[in-house]
């Protein structure tokens, strides 16, 4: 799956919360699904890593409903979009973005989740 040690926690929040932190550490007003606080000494050398994730409940009942998937599964996509980034992924342009997201299917499939960012319509089953 990953080949990455360290600690990831997690804290699943609601919209109001995460707006605030959106706004406070992004300066973006509004909610968001996942953000990442990366607390390593030196983020980008590697080494083992220690993470805070703030995932929203309520950004992960919207798309799980949109989307005919269970609102855990919405959420285990966050915190893997999370430790993504923290491995040096980013989806803030187009290549990047179909690069994350492949990964995060990958893991997901490789867990026995299955794909999830690219999961298929509700009743169609995984591909």
Known sequence: MLSVAGEVRVRVV?????????????????????????LRDDPGAGGPLDTDILVCIDEAHRQAAARGLSVERELLLYVVHGVLHCLGFDDHDE???????????RVLAAIGVGRTFAAPAAGEGDR
């Open 14 to 38: 609601a919209d109001a919360d995460m707006a605030a932190a959106h706004v406070k550490y992004s300066g973006v007003p509004g909610t968001t699904d996942v953000l990442t606080f990366d």
């Open 95 to 105: 290549a990047g973005h179909r690069a994350m997201h492949n990964e995060e299917d």
